[in-house]
């Protein structure tokens, strides 16, 4: 394997990334042995062991372990490898739910896009107990809106009634649909543990706030409140960045949804997740000690204050997990003993006990001036991980370049990720499948249409390979 173009290539993508976010690039790390195989190197055969949570009694459990049980002193690199599980519902426990569903209705929803949402809303409706409020709300150009209430069997057929009259009109007023989503759910936060805006949209914001950057800053003030906020796309026009942006900023989930018919399936799911839900509000918080010059969490949004790094995380409901790979740059001063390199502290709403609640670890190496015993006793599990997401950043550039038409850059970026999975093949064999089917694909894709399935099928691939699981 050729070390210098995989730390070229990985240089690059990560200048990509501080564009699109508006970051600065951080200095290259002289020690890259956590992140790129020497072709002299032996497999890594060390695992390290897991370090777990404290406390252990709340709805989240925390494990977490280092790329490396030793960093070197001066200028160096070490990646962090994370995962957060929920606990088990409790068995038979629902928990009701305060819901707000929110339909575009805009011209471009007409046919069978707007036929089967319609039909998977009064799905959803029947599925509601009598428990349960819900608020339905939908846009073109003007917002429509009936009030959040107890769904009793009369509530239930009105609801059923106004949504299969429901007729396309308009343009497509995303933010004026979450506003009134946001101002039904709220008199309701303090009754009900569990409060979610449902958002359905075909298209591209036409009126009211259009711009990403306003409608994340909206859905995460929804989410500051209490109302987790999930963005479904479907058909081929929707913008997919967006749509997942405003997941991981409202908490929820994201769907891309090239086949209106799926609707009435996601629809239930979105169910499922809200009425299983054991943690909301989810948050990762990552310390950093002076030794950490620059942290990168890759594949999730973060921001950074200081030392302290943030990490917003969807609400989970039983057994889902979700994981967290962060690449820290050091410049270690100290020439021996073991210095803590990561606290990480998840912040949450134990939705059974209806109460704020916390987790924590730390992360901590040995310093040593023997770059050989550096890589003697690096993680095998840690490396496939950091290797999985520092190719899987290659993809998400790739699906950006589909988009834009930009085919040889596509297949270039595609290419640096083959290469970099290519140095855990045996343990990334399907991540490189994936690969292969993408390429394909894509070679023999013959208009503009086929091009944008295929990105965004890759840029789904993506989601999975960064840890994250609430994407349908």
């Given amino acids: 394997?050729?070390?210098?173009?995989?730390?070229?290539?990985?240089?690059?993508?990560?200048?990509?990334?501080?564009?699109?976010?508006?970051?600065?690039?951080?200095?290259?790390?002289?020690?890259?042995?956590?992140?790129?195989?020497?072709?002299?190197?032996?497999?890594?055969?060390?695992?390290?062991?897991?370090?777990?949570?404290?406390?252990?009694?709340?709805?989240?459990?925390?494990?977490?372990?280092?790329?490396?049980?030793?960093?070197?002193?001066?200028?160096?690199?070490?990646?962090?490898?994370?995962?957060?599980?929920?606990?088990?519902?409790?068995?038979?426990?629902?928990?009701?739910?305060?819901?707000?569903?929110?339909?575009?209705?805009?011209?471009?929803?007409?046919?069978?896009?707007?036929?089967?949402?319609?039909?998977?809303?009064?799905?959803?409706?029947?599925?509601?107990?009598?428990?349960?409020?819900?608020?339905?709300?939908?846009?073109?150009?003007?917002?429509?809106?009936?009030?959040?209430?107890?769904?009793?069997?009369?509530?239930?057929?009105?609801?059923?009634?106004?949504?299969?009259?429901?007729?396309?009109?308009?343009?497509?007023?995303?933010?004026?649909?979450?506003?009134?989503?946001?101002?039904?759910?709220?008199?309701?936060?303090?009754?009900?543990?569990?409060?979610?805006?449902?958002?359905?949209s075909d298209g591209q914001p036409t009126t009211g706030m259009v711009q990403e950057p306003e409608l994340y800053r909206l859905v995460r003030s929804m989410r500051d409140e209490g109302i987790t906020v999930s963005a479904l796309g479907v058909g081929e026009d929707f913008q997919e960045t967006l749509m997942r942006g405003m997941a991981e900023q409202g908490g929820g989930f994201s769907g891309f949804i090239d086949d209106s018919a799926r609707l009435a399936e996601v629809f239930s799911r979105e169910l499922d997740q809200a009425t299983s839900t054991v943690a909301r509000r989810v948050e990762l918080e990552l310390r950093l000690p002076a030794d950490v010059r620059h942290v990168e969490v890759l594949g999730v949004p973060s921001t950074r204050e200081g030392q302290v790094v943030k990490v917003p995380l969807y609400d989970l409901a039983g057994e889902q997990s979700v994981r967290v790979v962060a690449k820290l740059t050091l410049a270690t001063g100290a020439s021996s003993g073991v210095l803590p390199l990561l606290d990480a502290t998840v912040r949450y709403v134990d939705v059974g006990r209806d109460a704020p609640a916390q987790t924590a670890l730390r992360l901590a190496a040995e310093v040593t001036t023997d770059a050989e015993r550096v890589r003697a006793n690096l993680d095998k599990d840690v490396r496939v991980h950091a290797t999985r997401a520092l190719g899987t950043q290659q993809m998400v550039a790739a699906a950006e370049a589909m988009k834009t038409g930009n085919r040889q850059a596509a297949r270039g970026l595609l290419d640096n990720a083959r290469k970099i999975f290519g140095s855990s093949a045996s343990a990334l064999s399907g991540e490189l499948a994936d690969l292969d089917q993408t390429e394909a694909a894509y070679g023999s894709a013959s208009d503009e249409e086929e091009v944008r399935r295929e990105s965004r099928k890759l840029y789904k691939k993506t989601m999975t390979n960064f840890g994250q699981n609430n994407a349908y």
């Fill in 1 to 200: 394997m050729n070390r210098t173009l995989l730390l070229v290539s990985a240089a690059g993508l990560l200048a990509m990334a501080a564009l699109i976010v508006g970051k600065p690039t951080p200095p290259p790390a002289t020690d890259t042995s956590h992140t790129v195989a020497r072709p002299d190197d032996a497999p890594a055969t060390v695992t390290l062991p897991l370090v777990a949570s404290t406390p252990s009694d709340g709805a989240l459990g925390l494990t977490g372990k280092l790329s490396g049980a030793y960093v070197q002193t001066g200028p160096s690199e070490v990646f962090a490898w994370m995962e957060l599980k929920a606990r088990p519902a409790e068995s038979g426990r629902r928990v009701p739910v305060n819901l707000a569903l929110v339909i575009d209705r805009s011209g471009s929803m007409s046919g069978q896009k707007l036929a089967d949402a319609k039909r998977a809303a009064g799905e959803l409706v029947q599925r509601l107990t009598s428990e349960d409020r819900l608020a339905f709300i939908d846009y073109g150009t003007d917002v429509r809106a009936l009030p959040s209430r107890l769904v009793t069997e009369a509530v239930r057929a009105e609801l059923l009634t106004t949504i299969s009259e429901l007729q396309d009109n308009g343009s497509t007023n995303i933010s004026g649909g979450l506003t009134e989503a946001a101002r039904t759910l709220r008199p309701h936060l303090r009754e009900y543990r569990v409060s979610r805006a449902i958002l359905l």
